[in-house]
């Protein structure tokens, strides 16, 4: 019989970084502010959040991330200007984001890590599983990785991880699990985890991205856990406590993604991202792909 676990309403978005892969573009505009086409990777973030069913949103800022509340607050001026203009599909446009959920916020005063930062946002969880979503990952909204891992946490318990395979040469940019595999072809149960290893130390190829469902005694972790790589509060760190005794917040698992993703944290990606989604988008796509093929095709006979 399937245990019944509490349903999952909060969602926590870290924001705090400083951006500096985008400098000098960051120096006075947040990174999750940078648009993807004509939306700012942020709203992507917080749109899969609604859309998993968590509509009360926790977003941990710091110095210089003023824009962040400012884009899901309303602009009663630009409103007004629209609507004299009789312009609505822009009002609309507008409007969408200060009306896609309930936003809260609050500031990571000292920047000492992704663990850190989730453990800002111990006073508005309180003693319920969450879910934390890193706004360098986007992710497709054709492929719902975030609603499998809730499925996946409010049947099992403890918390979820997102997995994805990638080349054994690329595993050092990410966190690396050990797992088990379950009677599900797409979940795993994770036995270990290893922050940015080196490939011949990396327990596997599967990379942990931007995605956890969090079981909340994940806090008291938190609060005892020291500094690890980089000098900062890994998450990682926490959850490999909670892997190694499920007594203590219950298992840990993870859901292996095979989907879309758009990497938008380094700064090719992040242009690969747009050209990935501008593709896709009725509205520009057709006109876009055709520039594309010529742009290509010219510079193929160039070089």
């Known amino acids: 019989m399937t245990q019944s676990h509490p349903r999952i309403s909060k969602a926590v978005i870290p924001a705090a970084g400083l951006g500096t892969r985008f400098l000098p573009a ?73 009306d896609l959920a309930t936003m809260h916020y609050v500031r990571q005063g000292d920047p000492r890590g992704l663990g850190h930062a989730v453990l800002c946002a111990a006073p508005h969880v309180g003693h319920e599983p969450f879910a934390v979503l890193l706004g360098d990952d986007l992710i497709d909204p054709r492929d719902p990785l975030l609603q499998r891992m809730i499925e996946i946490q409010e049947r099992h318990g403890g918390s979820v991880i997102a997995l994805m395979e990638v080349a054994p040469e690329q595993i050092h940019l990410y966190g690396s699990a050990a797992v088990e595999t379950t009677a599900d072809s797409d979940v795993v149960k994770v036995t270990g985890l290893v922050e940015k290893p080196d490939a011949a130390d990396a327990p596997s190829n599967y ?42 917040g219950g298992p840990v698992h993870g859901v292996v993604f095979r989907g879309r993703r758009y990497d938008t944290g380094d700064r090719g990606d992040y242009l690969r991202a747009i050209v990935r989604l501008a593709c896709e988008r009725e509205d520009l796509g057709p006109d876009f792909r055709t520039w594309l093929r010529t742009y290509v095709a010219e510079e193929m006979q160039e070089s």
Do not use: C
């Open 26 to 98: 960051t120096k006075a505009t947040p990174k999750e502010m940078l648009p993807v086409v004509d939306k700012p990777a942020i709203q992507y973030v917080v749109e899969e959040a609604v859309s998993a069913g968590l509509d009360d949103v926790l977003m941990i800022t710091g110095r210089n991330k003023r824009p962040l509340e400012d884009h899901f607050d309303r602009n009663y001026e630009l409103e007004s200007a629209l609507q004299k203009k009789g312009d609505a599909h822009r009002l609309a446009k507008v409007q969408e984001s200060s």
């Open 207 to 248: 990379a942990i991205i931007g995605r956890y469902v969090l079981d909340p005694h994940i806090f008291d972790i938190l609060r005892k856990t020291e500094p690890g790589r980089g000098g900062e509060i890994q998450l990682t760190d926490a959850l490999q406590q909670l892997a190694d005794d499920e007594k203590v």
